[in-house]
T-cell receptor
Framework: EDQVTQSPEALRLQEGESSSLNCSYT??????LFWYRQDPGKGPEFLFT???AGEEKEKERLKATLTKKESFLHITAPKPEDSATYLC?????????????FGKGTKLTVNP | EAQVTQNPRYLITVTGKKLTVTCSQN?????MSWYRQDPGLGLRQIYY???????DKGDVPEGYKVSRKEKRNFPLILESPSPNQTSLYFC???????????FGQGTRLTVV
C-alpha cells in the first residue's frame, strides 16, 4: 500500500530563516510525486511534480528535490506570505490502480 | 479561466437525507477525483474517474457514490449521510493521475 509521511507536522520560522520540509514515501512504481500549497479554507494549489530520483525543480523561494525514498521542499529566505500548509502526494503503479495518496501536510508559519 | 467549480460551498443536513455535491471542470480533463479532508487525517481520496463511465474506489469510498456521464461533471452522492461524513470535501481534475491537479474551492458538509 502506498504511504506518504511528512515531517515536521508544524514549523515556525523567522522571515529569512531557510529550512526544509520532508516527505518520505513508500510506493509501488512511482509515477509522480507532487507538492501542493494549501491556504486555510481553500483548495490545494499545485507547486511541483517530480518524476524520477535526482530531479529538482525551483519556483521563486521554493526548490523541490527527489530521491528514491523521499522528497524535500527547500524554502530559502522565506517571507510571511509563504505561510501555508504544504502537502506532498504520490501517484503509484499499484495493481492497475490510479490512486493519488496525500501526506498529512506540514503547517509552515513564517513570522515577520 | 480554467477552474473546477463545486456546489454548494456550505451544507448542513440531517442524517439519512440524500444529497449531491456537484463538481464541474472546464479544462477537458480526463481524470477527476473527490477527496475529504479531516483534521489530523489529511486529504483522503474517496473516488476517482479516469474518463467517462470509468470510476474506481479511492481509500475511503464507503457511504459515497459517484457517476461520470459527461467528461466535465463528476457529482458526489451521499445516499444516506451520517455524522461521520461531516468533513471538508474537495473535487479535483487533471489530465491524468500523475499530472498537475486543479482543486475546487471546497464544500464544507455538516451532518447532524
Amino acid at each position: 500500500e502506498d504511504q506518504v509521511t511528512q515531517s515536521p507536522e508544524a514549523l515556525r520560522l523567522q522571515e529569512g530563516e531557510s529550512s526544509s520540509l520532508n516527505c518520505s514515501y513508500t510506493v509501488s512504481g512511482l509515477r509522480g510525486l507532487f507538492w501542493y500549497r494549501q491556504d486555510p479554507g481553500k483548495g490545494p494549489e499545485f507547486l511541483f511534480t517530480l518524476y524520477s530520483a535526482g530531479e529538482e525543480k525551483e519556483k521563486e523561494r521554493l526548490k523541490a528535490t527527489l530521491t528514491k525514498k523521499e522528497s524535500f521542499l527547500h524554502i530559502t529566505a522565506p517571507k510571511p506570505e509563504d505561510s501555508a500548509t504544504y502537502l506532498c502526494a504520490v501517484a503509484g503503479r499499484q495493481g492497475g490502480s490510479e490512486k493519488l495518496v496525500f501526506g498529512k501536510g506540514t503547517k509552515l508559519t513564517v513570522n515577520p | 479561466e480554467a477552474q473546477v467549480t463545486q456546489n454548494p460551498r456550505y451544507l448542513i443536513t440531517v442524517t439519512g437525507k440524500k444529497l449531491t455535491v456537484t463538481c464541474s471542470q472546464n479544462m477537458n480533463h480526463e481524470y477527476m477525483s473527490w477527496y475529504r479532508q479531516d483534521p489530523g487525517l489529511g486529504l483522503r481520496q474517496i473516488y476517482y474517474s479516469m474518463n467517462v463511465e470509468v470510476t474506481d474506489k479511492g481509500d475511503v469510498p464507503e457511504g459515497y457514490k459517484v457517476s461520470r456521464k459527461e467528461k466535465r461533471n463528476f457529482p458526489l452522492i451521499l445516499e444516506s449521510p451520517s455524522p461521520n461524513q461531516t468533513s471538508l470535501y474537495f473535487c479535483a481534475s487533471s489530465l491524468g493521475e500523475n499530472t498537475e491537479a486543479f482543486f475546487g474551492q471546497g464544500t464544507r458538509l455538516t451532518v447532524v
